[in-house]
């Protein structure tokens, strides 16, 4: 028998408490400094007295046999496969790069504009592609951009019939806008079967408008909040990302504040997101600006500590540990991260094909076109669908890999220069944070009023 490689053990923060979590046999124990003393033993080759606790490690997988542990490894790892070729893709589609908006964080602000531009028969053929290439798949389409919602007749007439073509299809339609003209668009979304519309709003007005202007400066909170009440209004789900760094993490608490005052966190078609400015490809925002992964949650969860009403506005995931307090069990071993041509494709009014979201748009990460011919590069594209962390030696001897799942293929590529490594995620750092929050001192939320 040994300590199992999959253990995930650590001191929960601001706690004299450790955890135990392990994904391949799903279980997961809050222990006490006592018992955190013999598991360290344990792990460490060191003989402890007490066969009644040394059974407990046994039968919840702390302790196992290595050719038992193996087999399981590889049942899961099958299960996972099976699971996800029944998984539902998204279909990302780009009907532009141009945007009404000059972030000061854009990271396609360096792309070479592409020539030409959308007709209903690149439209057309987007479709003739995935009803071909993913017959019988369940699928959903998200439009993307630049900005997809321009206000203009031409792509008002684009964007309708785009969602005439999902309704043949009977597929979902969702989209990624700046929100700036969604009141303009409201009756042309409201002819699809929208599932959401995700909305970036970096704070309130103050600090938005800092950051995320038109182009020539002008402010854009009012009318993006205008086209948040308006999808409410209309029963459009909308799903609002705050985009986080050094510049505006103070006034998240604002921001919830400003939400729960409208009424838009008690409505059931609401919905948050955080999102970290960071470097994927290109980033204008100085890096002294920017927040790695595990400092941005560090701060999250100082704040939510000091503001509880946050919680009501956005509740951090900590990896997993929302959803085993949510769920009462663990997720199922996450032995892939990257969604890219497995349940994720990206498409553009170019007619190329890239892997995903993240590599949309660069030219040298194209796998092929839909438009005006159809051709796929499978050497390219079965580079990206054969990453997992049993493809990436670096992964294999690692104990997070199983809710790392390898992180991000895209931002992988660009740190190492191959899809086929790491980007490596701080589970034990972000599970000591969660176990903090959500089971050692679960923080009440308070309801803010006026």
């Known amino acids: 028998m040994y300590f199992s490689k999959h253990n995930i053990f650590s001191k929960i923060k601001d706690s004299e408490n450790f955890f135990i979590v392990n994904l391949l046999t799903g279980n997961a124990d809050i222990v006490n400094p006592a018992h955190a003393v013999l598991i360290n033993n344990v792990k460490n080759n060191e003989p402890i007295q007490n066969d009644g606790f ?6 919840k997988g702390y302790l ?9 490894y590889r049942s899961k790892y099958l299960d996972f496969i099976d699971s996800r070729y029944d998984d539902e893709i998204q279909l990302f589609f780009v009907p532009n790069y141009s945007c009404n908006f000059a972030c000061s964080y854009c990271y396609q602000d360096e792309y070479a504009p592409a020539k030409g531009s959308l007709n209903n028969d690149i439209i057309d053929s987007f479709f ?4 071909k290439e993913f ?8 439009v993307f951009g630049g900005e997809p919602l321009l206000n203009s007749p031409k792509q008002k007439e684009l964007i309708s019939y785009l969602i005439e073509q999902s309704n043949t299809f009977k597929i979902d339609v969702c989209f990624v806008t700046n929100g700036y003209t969604l009141v303009d668009y409201i009756e042309i979304l409201k002819q699809g079967s929208i599932r959401e519309i995700q909305i970036t709003l970096d704070g309130t007005a103050d600090v938005h408008n800092t950051r995320r202007f038109l182009k020539g400066g002008a402010a854009t909170f009012d009318k993006i909040v205008e086209g948040v009440d308006a999808c409410i209004a209309n029963k459009l789900t909308v799903n609002l990302r705050m985009v986080i760094d050094k510049e505006n993490i103070t006034n998240l608490p604002e921001s919830a ?3 729960i005052e409208k009424g838009w966190t008690a409505s059931g078609y609401f919905k948050t997101q955080i999102g970290r400015n960071y470097e994927l490809h290109h980033c204008q925002s100085a890096a002294n600006k920017l927040f790695s992964r595990i400092s941005l949650y560090e701060n999250i969860y100082a704040l939510t500590q000091r503001h509880p009403h946050i919680l009501e506005f956005y509740k951090p995931a900590y990896s997993i540990s929302k959803f085993l307090s949510e769920n009462g069990t663990l997720p199922e071993p996450l032995f892939d991260s990257c969604p890219a ?28 076109t839909f438009y005006p011919e159809s051709k796929l590069n499978k050497q390219l594209s079965d580079a990206w669908d054969m990453r997992d962390v049993v493809s990436i030696s670096a ?3 690692c104990n997070l890999q199983l809710a790392c799942g390898g992180g991000c293929g895209s931002a992988a590529k660009n740190i190492n220069g191959s899809v086929c490594s790491t980007d490596c995620r701080p589970i034990s750092e972000l599970l000591e944070l969660g176990f903090s929050a959500y089971f050692e001192k679960p923080i009440e939320i308070e309801i803010y009023t006026k």
């Open 395 to 397: 992964c294999m001897d």
């Open 128 to 131: 003739a592609y995935i009803q």
């Open 135 to 142: 017959a019988g798949k369940r699928k959903y389409i998200t």
């Open 64 to 72: 196992a046999d290595k050719n038992e542990e193996e087999k399981l």
């Open 54 to 59: 040394i059974n407990e490690l046994l039968g």
């Open 257 to 259: 504040r400003f939400a």
């Open 341 to 368: 041509c497995k349940t994720e494709w990206a498409f553009d009014y170019t007619g190329h094909i890239y892997p995903c979201t993240a590599t949309v748009g660069k030219a040298d990460e194209s796998l092929g």
